[in-house]
């Protein structure tokens, strides 16, 4: 029985994707739900799984390839384990392409492409003396000639992302070419998008982080045992405050909509995570109603699944507020780029012992940086510089969040 396997439906913001990684080829034994493919989208990297045991029969879209919603990317035989495996020859000739005497496969054609490599001066080490991407790839470590650009004359226009590339020009100077992904280039646009399209200002402060470290210490035991090994860190308590001074501040927690201001009367905070493939901003959905315990397992959650490209879109989509934390990789202070449509969001940085002024005297405490980048069209600078102090005394005096003050 063959059965059609289709990308998935993405959602509205997103026009396409591409095929990042075939797990499995034709004629190969495939378990029920077994993963077979990963498609990549500026958001978010999907898994397609394999509907039933058997096998895939043909690939229709190679590695690379740009994929609409629901569009049909291979045929799968339910149970046919063995007749796929009895032909997975004919199966892959019928995917191979021909350019003069030699067969590539239409991997090996699209890198070929790119690169302008001539196939002609190219040995394949595949089956039937086919040329296989690694072939291609071999060749272009090993310094290929390119081909005369007049002799170039395939109908498939060159995409706009180079393949891998290696360059060695001499000694140890090595240079590596490989294509931006999906994602970074969409984190790429929406920062241009921010910077260009938005009245952009960051407004300091700082704060001690004393209080909550000392709350921290002695809670911390107590509340992984009361809450099933849920740890207690410090962005809980930011999301808490912050859920607080977003209902101080309505305008803070909106969005500009063309000419219209629309102001959102739930708080759906984004956490930004940073993934070996960019970065993401997970949304803790009406964080309003949630407690401490609940933000931190959800956030912990949210990284550990980011990193392995685990996120859904619904996660990955909406929010009102971003907060990200440049100090858990040192910073010491910066200025956070707006998540557009949103008009606010909120940079901790690292906490670092500083001699402060207390009372006539000096002492040192643990001081932190935060920053606030807020979108002038919308936010005046006093709502900005009071939203950020409401902040920093919740957080100085965490008993504030608890009794809402």
Request: glycine residues 8%; charged residues 25%; without cysteine.
């Amino acid at each position: 029985m063959s059965i059609e396997i289709k990308a998935p439906q993405f959602p509205e913001s997103v026009q396409d994707g591409s095929i990042a990684t075939w797990h499995k080829q034709p004629g190969e034994a495939v378990s029920r739900d077994e993963l077979i493919v990963d498609i990549e989208t500026d958001k978010v990297v999907l898994e397609v799984v394999a509907p039933a045991n058997g096998s895939i029969v043909e690939i229709l879209k190679g590695e690379g390839e740009i994929i609409a919603s629901n569009e049909i990317i291979a045929r799968f035989a339910e149970g046919a384990v063995a007749a796929a495996s009895a032909a997975p020859a004919a199966a892959e000739a019928s995917a191979d392409v021909s350019v003069g005497e030699k067969l590539l496969s239409p991997a090996a054609r699209k890198l070929a492409e790119e690169n302008s490599i001539d196939v002609a001066q190219v040995s394949g080490t595949g089956k039937d003396g086919r040329i296989t991407k690694e072939d291609i790839v071999n060749r272009i470590k090993n310094g290929a000639p390119a081909v005369a650009a007049a002799a170039s004359s395939s109908p498939v226009s060159a995409p706009a992302a180079p393949a891998p590339v290696v360059e060695v020009s001499g000694g140890d100077r090595v240079e590596k070419r490989v294509p931006m992904t999906r994602l970074r280039k969409r984190v790429a646009e929406r920062l241009l998008e921010a910077t260009s399209t938005t009245a952009m200002l960051t407004t300091f402060n700082e704060v001690d982080m004393g209080p909550v470290m000392e709350l921290r210490a002695k809670y911390k035991d107590k509340f992984e045992k009361a809450h099933n090994g849920t740890r207690l860190g410090f962005m809980g308590f930011f999301v808490k405050a912050a859920v607080e001074a977003l209902r101080r501040f309505p305008a803070v927690n909106a969005s500009i909509d063309n000419d219209d201001i629309v102001y959102h009367g739930f708080q759906d905070i984004g956490v930004a995570v940073s993934t070996p493939k960019g970065l993401v901003v997970p949304v803790l959905r009406d964080a309003e109603n949630m407690g401490l315990a609940d933000v931190e397992s959800t956030i912990r959650d949210y990284g550990l699944r980011a990193r392995d490209g685990k996120l859904t879109m619904d996660e990955m989509t909406g929010g009102t507020f971003t907060i990200t934390n440049g100090g858990v990789f040192g910073s010491l202070i910066s200025t956070p780029i707006l998540n557009p449509p949103q008009t606010a969001i909120l940079g901790m940085h690292k906490i670092q012992d500083r001699p402060m002024a207390v009372n006539g005297e000096v002492k040192i405490l643990p001081m932190m940086y935060l920053a606030l980048s807020y979108d002038h069209r919308l936010i005046d600078g006093k709502d900005a510089v009071q939203f950020l102090v409401a902040i920093k005394d919740m957080i100085e005096d965490p008993a504030r969040i608890l009794l809402e003050m």
